[in-house]
């Protein structure tokens, strides 16, 4: 588990650090320690950081992994809002490392899932990390490269990895603004080397020259927030898992997938084994009442305005009316998905399942009502929005994707940052 860093209160007022002291002889804290923000009365130089990365899901940490393992002089940090690492999309999956087979030939989706794959197994077994490479029936093709694994285990590992090159992962801290410094005399030598600033909902502040985001189901409210472009808008959509009852598992040995409808970016209800050996069947795809929401009760006013509001998404459900109605029947009636599933394995029953978790997909969707389907990075303009790079969508599959999309976002920082 990585050592989470926690605020508590030290000599000069709420500092970052669960681990006082632990410094190493070149300044920094040792590795898996923490980096108090006061010092002796004063703030601490050491609360800036040449680039700071927001989000601590799969796509977050394995970018701050990739860019200090390649500028390990730099000064980097990861702020997450929970208290702990990867529980939201990376920690609310169906654990499977695609193949690729599915995707579009020479999109980007495509091949990034490809390269992502064998980078996921090469750093399994590097790590020690289980997986299964138990491979996927699709009606007649057979696809033995699928695999399966815990992303949240693979996302955790690549925090440790990031913090043992001398990175902090600051917890808790969930970002609410992010300006310019003002030029206040007494921190106007960090406030000129260290141009933004990012302020969390407790008031608390670091420094820093860069910021790349990775904020998932917030992307697109972090992108506000720094003054740069809202659209595309966020649109949750939950999908519930069912769990077939124990004494059913022998009927399922790999992945088995439907044909995807080339029309939406989600696979529609699979069969998936999973890692403790218990089988997962869906997700389907619905339109969640709350961003996180993980119960179809959960509701937020404010995510639902902005959903009809801000997004097409009352063009996306006119355009696919009868879609949407057959996924929230589903949803609702067991039976209905259970009949789904019997084209794949007829002898399942509505008694052979439960009703499992649920995760939330973050979708990127534009104003015309089109789900945005690859990879979007995102600048903006002025003297933020130059310093910034937003990962706008990173849909499934990236987590399968996670250490080449990490690659790219490393490139597109080292040229847009001139690093
Ligand atoms: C149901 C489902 C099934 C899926 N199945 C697969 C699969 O089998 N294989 C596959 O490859 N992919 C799959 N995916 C996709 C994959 O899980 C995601 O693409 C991937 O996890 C995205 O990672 P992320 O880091 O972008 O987002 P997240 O894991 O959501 O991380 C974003 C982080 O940003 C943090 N954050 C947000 N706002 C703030 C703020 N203001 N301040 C600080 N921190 C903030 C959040 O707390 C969160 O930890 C699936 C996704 C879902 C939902």
């Given at each position: 588990m990585v050592p989470a860093l926690r605020y508590i209160r030290g000599a000069c007022g709420p500092a970052l650090g669960g681990f006082p002291g632990g410094f190493s002889s070149a300044g920094r804290p040792a590795p898996g320690r923490?980096?108090?923000?006061?010092?002796?009365?004063?703030?601490?130089?050491?609360?800036?950081?040449?680039?700071?990365?927001?989000?601590g899901g799969i796509v977050g940490l394995a970018s701050a992994r990739a860019?200090?393992?390649?500028?390990?002089?730099?000064?980097?940090?990861?702020?997450e809002k929970e208290k702990d690492l990867a529980i939201h999309q990376t920690g609310h999956n169906s654990g499977v490392i695609h193949s690729g087979i599915?995707?579009?030939?020479?999109?980007?989706?495509?091949?990034?899932?490809?390269?992502?794959?064998?980078?996921i197994y090469e750093y399994c077994k590097q790590k020690g990390i289980s997986y299964k490479q138990c491979g996927k029936g699709l009606m007649a093709i057979d696809c033995p490269y699928t695999g399966i694994v815990d992303y949240r285990q693979v996302a955790l590992s690549f925090a440790k990895d990031f913090q043992e090159a001398g990175g902090f992962?600051?917890?808790?801290?969930?970002?609410?603004?992010?300006?310019?410094?003002?030029?206040?005399?007494?921190?106007?030598?960090?406030?000129?080397?260290?141009?933004?600033?990012?302020?969390?909902?407790?008031?608390?502040?670091?420094?820093?020259?860069?910021?790349?985001?990775?904020?998932?189901?917030?992307?697109?409210?972090?992108?506000?927030?720094?003054?740069?472009?809202?659209?595309?808008?966020?649109?949750?959509?939950?999908?519930?898992?069912?769990?077939?009852?124990?004494?059913?598992c022998y009927l399922v040995k790999g992945n088995i997938y439907p044909v995807p409808d080339s029309r939406f970016p989600f696979l529609g209800v699979?069969?998936?084994?999973?890692?403790?050996?218990?089988?997962?069947?869906?997700?389907?795809?619905?339109?969640?009442?709350?961003?996180?929401?993980?119960?179809?009760?959960?509701?937020?006013?404010?995510?639902?305005?902005?959903?009809?509001?801000?997004s097409g998404l009352i063009k996306l459900v006119f355009q696919n009316f009868s879609y949407g109605v057959n996924e929230m029947y589903k949803a609702c009636f067991l039976s209905a998905t259970v009949k789904h599933l019997q084209k794949f394995i007829p002898e399942i029953t509505v008694s052979d399942i439960l009703r499992g978790p649920a995760g939330v997909r973050a979708q990127a969707l534009d104003r015309d009502g089109n789900l945005v389907?690859?990879?979007?990075?995102?600048?903006?303009?002025?003297?933020?929005?130059?310093?910034?790079?937003?990962?706008?969508?990173?849909?499934?599959?990236?987590?399968?994707?996670?250490?080449?999309?990490?690659?790219?976002i490393a490139d597109e920082v080292q040229q847009r940052f001139k690093l």
């Open positions: 923490s980096w108090p923000l006061c010092q002796g009365g004063r703030p601490a130089s050491t609360r800036s950081f040449d680039v700071v990365v927001i989000g860019l200090i393992l390649r500028h390990p002089a730099l000064s980097i940090g990861v702020l599915y995707y579009k030939p020479e999109s980007l989706k495509a091949k990034l899932c490809v390269q992502g794959a064998a980078l992962v600051l917890t808790n801290f969930e970002v609410k603004d992010i300006e310019l410094a003002k030029e206040n005399p007494s921190r106007s030598k960090d406030g000129m080397k260290y141009p933004i600033v990012i302020r969390n909902t407790k008031g608390e502040e670091v420094q820093c020259q860069y910021v790349v985001t990775c904020a998932g189901l917030y992307s697109d409210r972090i992108s506000e927030l720094s003054g740069c472009n809202p659209d595309p808008r966020i649109v949750p959509f939950r999908g519930d898992y069912l769990i077939l009852k124990p004494e059913k699979h069969f998936t084994p999973r890692m403790d050996g218990s089988i997962w069947l869906g997700p389907n795809a619905v339109l969640a009442f709350k961003r996180e929401g993980y119960r179809p009760f959960d509701f937020s006013a404010r995510d639902i305005m902005d959903v009809i509001i801000k389907e690859d990879f979007v990075f995102d600048g903006g303009v002025g003297d933020i929005g130059n310093r910034i790079l937003h990962v706008r969508n990173a849909p499934s599959p990236a987590a399968t994707s996670s250490l080449a999309i990490s690659g790219m």
